[in-house]
């Protein structure tokens, strides 16, 4: 175990811990045929309001945020427990809220989250929406706010195709792991492909043989089950354009739960973005414990039974705790300032990493008033002076023109995902060596590091796949890897949902 990894929580846990748990759990082939069966009953209802709660506009920094629907009916978004009338409601975390009560009951309760789904999304496509899915809301100064729902849309309308047959299938008396076999995924996505729905069959088809190759790699032998570590947004899951309303859709989740069990020793999801505030573990349908395991500010940090396990190396003390004020200084900000209220749900939103706050200042539209986009720039780096007067510990980084981040100075060498990579894995008590085969997925070049460390250890068995990217990313990928029958390129994520259910279903 690295010398610069703690676990968050009272009771300090040892990161290795998580190898003897991992082992019995991966070994217990009873338990994970149970996880794969019925996944979504290893969330109890309990945990499903426990992951409510923070739900995307109750966080600190949204409480300023004036979510309108409609002219009249303003409402402040405030703190507490009560239920809101916010983005929360009406996006598709309801899908998620819905998942783990619906599919393990079955028929009833699939039935009841369907008219619920239904309302979410004509509440999205009212007249406060344009056709090109910009959803125009007042801020907390009545200032008008425009939200792309675009991907909340069509996540809505996958998830109740997939409930509507779904429930179809119970109702006529098929028992839950048929319906759950019987579903044809891939007439409900290849409509939604970006390009056609050729392309989508073109890609499914080499998807899955690919997705077959390396599931096979195994050859039955369940000590040798493969790895898998992915990215998230652009890889699984479509591009939101506003971080905290990115969420999984409910087939998504099934289909990534029953592949990582049946086929992978140890699945591993890699993202930049923090865990919660809103996080990965916030805007995912999957259970968190299992069967995949979730990091996030590049695999620094990574929830491990119940537990988050951070790699702070090269980070000071100081540096920890100066990052720590400058996030309060910024939950106060949004807070106090009506204006910047709606930063909440600008991009990257507000979002504390391990060693930065990544801070979107900007939409991909250019939504937000380049004024107060300024003056809220300005705010930030008034917030850092009075955190770091002298400079000595927060760097600022104007990335790009839609983020910018308030970056801790560390020592030692630059951290990326390569480095999640290997701490997974130690932390899984396995290796990237031969004879396993690794399969590296991403979308962008963030994610070639990862691909790079596979290479190093296990050059004959590593695969990579890869979503959406242009020509000089896919030949990186190739000269990479080195051997074009170990690369797969489709266009979106759904094409790999749709060529892991489709193995699943041929078990
Ligand atoms: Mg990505």
């Given amino acids: 175990m690295s010398d610069h ?56 920094y949204q409480h300023s945020l004036a979510a309108a629907d409609g002219e009249r009916s303003r409402v402040r978004i405030r703190d507490g427990s009560r239920r809101r009338r916010d983005l929360a409601e009406w996006n598709p975390r309801i899908c998620r809220g819905v998942q783990g009560d619906a599919l393990p009951d079955a028929e009833c309760e699939t039935k009841d989250s369907i008219p619920l789904l239904e309302a979410c999304l004509e ?28 991907d909340e849309i069509s996540g809505l309308e996958k998830d109740l195709a997939y409930l509507r047959a779904f429930h179809g299938l119970l109702i006529n008396g098929t028992t839950f792991d048929a319906a759950l076999k019987s579903i044809e995924l891939v007439q409900v996505l290849r409509p939604f492909h970006p390009k056609s729905e050729e392309m989508f069959d073109e890609e499914f088809a080499e998807c ?16 040798l089950k493969p790895i898998l570590v992915t990215d998230w947004d652009g890889t699984m899951k479509d591009y939101c354009s506003q971080y905290a309303t990115n969420l999984q859709p409910i087939y998504s989740a099934i289909s990534l739960a029953r592949f990582a069990g049946e086929f992978t020793r140890l699945a591993a999801v890699l993202t930049a973005g923090p865990l919660r ?34 790699h702070n190396d090269g980070i000071s003390e100081e540096g920890f705790d100066a990052l720590e004020r400058m996030n309060d200084q910024m ?58 007067p002298n400079k000595k510990v927060l760097h600022f980084d104007a990335s790009t023109e839609l983020e910018v981040e308030v970056v801790v100075r560390s020592e030692g060498g ?24 690794i399969l590296i997925c991403g979308d962008t070049s963030s994610d ?27 030949q990186s990928v190739r000269d990479l890897v080195g051997d074009d029958a170990r690369c797969c390129f489709v266009g979106c994520p759904d094409v790999i949902h749709a060529a892991m259910t489709t193995l699943s279903n041929s078990l």
């Fill in 414 to 437: 630059l951290w990326n995902k390569a480095n999640g990579v290997a701490r997974i894995v130690e932390a899984a008590g396995l290796s990237l060596g031969p004879p396993r085969t």
């Fill in 448 to 474: 070639l590091p990862m691909v790079r460390q596979a290479i190093a250890s296990n050059a004959e068995n590593s695969m990579a796949l890869f979503v959406g990217c242009s020509e000089t990313l896919k």
């Fill in 331 to 388: 939950r106060a900000l949004l807070d106090e300032h009506p204006d910047f209220g709606q930063f909440a749900l600008v991009g990257s939103g507000v979002q504390r990493k391990v060693d930065r706050l990544t801070l979107g200042v900007q939409t991909v539209c250019a939504h937000v008033n380049p004024d107060v986009s300024k003056s809220y720039m300005e705010a930030i780096r008034e917030r850092m002076h009075r955190v770091d």
């Fill in 208 to 223: 899955r043989s690919f997705l077959k190759k390396f599931a096979e790699t195994s050859k039955g032998d369940p000590e």
């Fill in 123 to 150: 509440r999205l496509r009212d007249k406060n929406t344009s056709s090109d899915l910009q959803r125009t809301m007042r801020t907390a100064s009545n200032e008008p706010f425009v939200v792309n729902v675009k």
């Fill in 5 to 60: 990894c703690h676990v968050d929580g009272a009771g300090i846990d040892h990161a290795c811990s998580f190898h003897v748990k991992n082992e019995e759990t991966i070994n217990n082939a009873k338990r994970r045929e149970k996880t794969i069966n019925a996944f979504a009953r290893v969330r109890t209802r309990q945990e499903l309001w426990s992951r409510r709660a923070p739900c995307t506009c109750e966080t600190p």
């Fill in 277 to 310: 505030g809103p996080g990965i573990l916030d805007l995912t349908s999957l259970p968190i414990n299992g069967p995949l395991v979730f990091s996030g500010s590049w695999g620094r940090e990574w929830w491990l039974h119940g537990k988050r396990v951070v």
